[in-house]
């Protein structure tokens, strides 16, 4: 049954008795044309797009533990479009135009708010990067607006604009820009593709994958085994595991990435704002909580746990930037599993074993790409053949060296984004 | 987390950098798979893993074994000579 305003009201008006759950609990069936592993944001975007685009009638996703309990329930919420590099800017782009009609499309609230993102310079140096940037934007069809000091201070009247060590010198403004409920969006897709006959199976997590003469044929599951024509790997935190299930050793290590919420406050901060001195970036959700992080902890990890070190310095940078942070009090905090590969960039592309694809290495980065990677990745198992918005998120680009995208200009090596 | 170092003791992780997996080098200066490898691909175990750290107070290199799961370390040595 489709949501409405009218149908809020019937409900309000007769006890709220007539909600039922919106996706069905289906026993897994021996057989699948396609297999999704994964339930989180992307896996249930491509399922969805799978169904609608290009008319699966046969596929099922199968999640470890329940729909949506990932990375895509534990990020800080933001979708921009504001990449700079071939490869990732009209992957974005194509995103971000998801995003946009992606309400109206699900039938379902995922309150996409696209209230602005600022990201502050502070040198010369900056200063000119963030004008290339915007204007590599702009090229993309993009929305970016360069702003000098006063008008940052006309959006964000609340940073420290006197100090001396880190200078406000401008923002990049990218009214585009944004958050999004992130529960809702795993919600829509999964509701959304469960309306078109996708089985979402939960607590049916994948322990082997079946190969045959180098073509898969299936999945081995808590749930028994289940045959499949393709099988799509889309579990960024664990890829390097389910991957090495078929054999396959990916450009993948695994680090933490904390986040940290306030207590619940009155609206203050208006924005998306990112600190261009000290990886620190902040909004304020619709519950009134400041969402704030920085950079990762660095080290291989899979505790989903950070340490002290990364607290104090996310803290400290708070602090640099806008001092009346310091009233808040920090409510909790957690760390998320990234897939982190040398180029900090994302791969979207078919394996060396046939009929199996991946999708993987979404960095720090992932949530604002659920549409675009849902859509993508369902182009490339439905067809056999990448669409255009993701054609240079290739497997062998660091073997080959050719169409790295390395959007911080670090070098394409481990440990450095 | 805190790290041992075999010539200082027991040290607070802020003293230490994280310098990646610790992988024998190939063999030879010829581009191939070993190099690909040896660069790019990882085993990223949930688990057990082996990797550099350099402790900067006392400047040096560390191969420490740790699981990736529960930050628990197994051992820490100093880092062999590279290529061998």
């Known amino acids: 049954m489709a949501y409405s305003g009218w149908r809020i009201i019937r409900e309000a008006l007769t006890g709220n008795a007539g909600w039922r759950p919106v996706w069905r609990d289906p026993e897994p069936k021996s057989e699948y044309d396609i297999v999704i592993i994964g339930g989180g944001g992307h896996g249930l975007a491509t399922a969805y797009y799978l169904a609608k685009e290009h008319g699966a009638r046969s596929v099922a996703v199968l999640e470890k533990g329940y729909l949506g309990g990932g990375n895509v329930g534990r990020n800080t919420t933001i979708v921009r479009a504001n990449y700079f590099l071939p490869g990732n800017s009209e992957f974005y782009s194509h995103s971000l135009k998801l995003w946009e009609g992606l309400e109206q499309d699900l039938n379902y609230n995922v309150m996409h708010s696209q209230r602005g993102l600022i990201n502050l310079f502070h040198s010369d140096g900056q200063r000119d990067a963030f004008a290339r940037r915007g204007n590599a934007m702009i090229n993309q069809g993009d929305d970016a607006v360069l702003l000098d000091r006063e008008g940052v201070r006309k959006h964000l009247p609340y940073l420290d604009f006197e100090q001396g060590r880190f200078p406000i010198y401008g923002g990049l403004y990218h009214p585009r820009g944004g958050t999004a409920r992130h529960d809702a969006v795993a919600w829509g897709y999964a509701r959304a593709a469960d309306r078109r006959g996708v089985d979402l199976v939960q607590n049916c997590e994948v322990t082997g994958i079946d190969v045959e003469g180098g073509r898969v044929t299936g999945v081995q599951t808590t749930r028994g085994a289940i045959k499949a024509k393709k099988v799509g790997i889309v579990v960024a935190g664990r890829s390097s595991q389910v991957a090495e299930m078929a054999g396959l050793r990916l450009p993948i290590e695994s680090h933490v990435l904390q986040a940290f919420v306030t207590e619940g406050l009155k609206p203050c901060i208006d924005q998306v704002v990112s600190f261009g001195m000290g990886h620190f970036y902040i909004s304020q959700s619709d519950k009134g909580g400041l969402v704030f992080g920085g950079d990762l902890d660095f080290y291989a990890s899979y505790a989903a746990r950070g340490n002290l070190p990364r607290v104090e310095h996310v803290m400290e940078a708070a602090m640099t930037l806008m001092p009346m942070i310091g009233q808040a009090k920090v409510l909790r905090s957690w760390g998320g599993i990234m897939d982190m590969t040398p180029d900090g960039s994302p791969i979207i592309d078919r394996t060396p074993v046939e009929g199996l694809y991946l999708d993987a290495g979404w960095c720090y980065g992932g949530f604002k790409a659920v549409p675009g990677s849902g859509f993508a990745f369902a182009h490339l198992i439905a067809q056999d053949r990448p669409h255009e918005s993701a054609a240079r998120m290739r497997l062998d680009r660091f073997a080959t060296g050719r169409g790295l995208m390395d959007e911080e200009g670090t070098g394409a090596q481990h440990n450095l984004h | ?84």
């Open chain 2, 1 to 84: 987390m805190r790290l041992p170092c075999p010539h200082c003791g027991e040290r607070d992780l802020r003293e230490f950098t994280y310098k990646g997996a610790d992988l024998p080098l190939p063999e030879g200066p010829d581009w191939g798979p070993d190099w690909e490898a040896y660069l790019h691909l990882r085993r990223n175990p949930a688990g057990e893993t082996r990797d550099l750290w350099y402790h900067g107070p006392c400047g040096s290199w560390l191969s420490v074994t740790r699981n990736t799961a529960t930050h628990a370390v197994a051992e820490s040595r100093p880092a062999r000579e590279p290529g061998s």
